[in-house]
DNA sequence: CTAAAATCCTGGTGGC
DNA sequence: TGCCACCAGGATTTTA
């Protein structure tokens, strides 16, 4: 599942082959992941350079030259890859761009969650999202200040992207881990040494995450990564904590798997 | 206002 | 081997 270290992995991965050129068409095969529709698509795009490319978020943010902007979000399992038009197609491949250049951007995603869109005015997607974790004036100060009037529990809550983006359920788990708190805690019950604990840990985990490329998880699109190898909780139910040794538990939790160590987490 | 359940999707898996 | 119920989860929508 993309979170934010793979969706900036991806980003970066972009820049080179799309910044400075232009998309001269574009084919829709499943147009509920698109908004507007593929029509309006066809109508718009072409002729659009790629002027820059940013994360918020999970969101991928293209700008482009005609004042649009193409912002696509990967969901559970999409990946977006850059190829020559004459490359074989892939069954999952679901919005392929067209460059003027002859290569194609292809958003492939066999769970078909993803979305497309196509804005001048991105603050509708995008100003509902929470701060960056990792911005140098992300402080611990402000991180302490989303806790207002927070009751409920605190994995939930880190996977909520209008509390703080980029977290999903693999890094809320080794985040939580990493700083000693359950799953299942009360946001408001947390101890104000723990908070902080947890924003170095959100901090450390993400950094640690993009560095690595990401997770490569077997049953998703998105290759390349190296984080599973560094997983202490997430996916690892009955195997010894690297701590402790006691077996990782697993619980469901707002409709979630949750992983952690019942002794080093409190 | 906040919290939590339901929803969208398909590929993979386990039980029989 | 085939069939089928079930599971995985990001974000939006619905319900409380």
Known sequence: MPELPEVETIVRGLRAPLIGHTFSGVRVEWERMTQPSARELRARLPGQRVEA?????KYL?????????LIIHLKMTGDLEVLPADAPGHQHDR????LENGNQLRFRDPRKFGRVYLTDDPAWILDRLGPEPLDDDFTEGEFLALFDRRSGRIKPLLLNQEFIVGLGNIYADEALFLAGVRPERKADTLLEAEKRGLYRAIRQVLQLAIDQKGTSLADETYRGGQYQRQFKVYDRREEPCPKCGSPIQRIRLGQRSAHFCPNCQR
């Open 53 to 57: 490319i940013h994360r918020r978020g």
């Open 95 to 98: 919005v392929v761009f067209d």
């Open 61 to 69: 943010v293209m700008q482009l030259s005609g004042k649009d902007n």
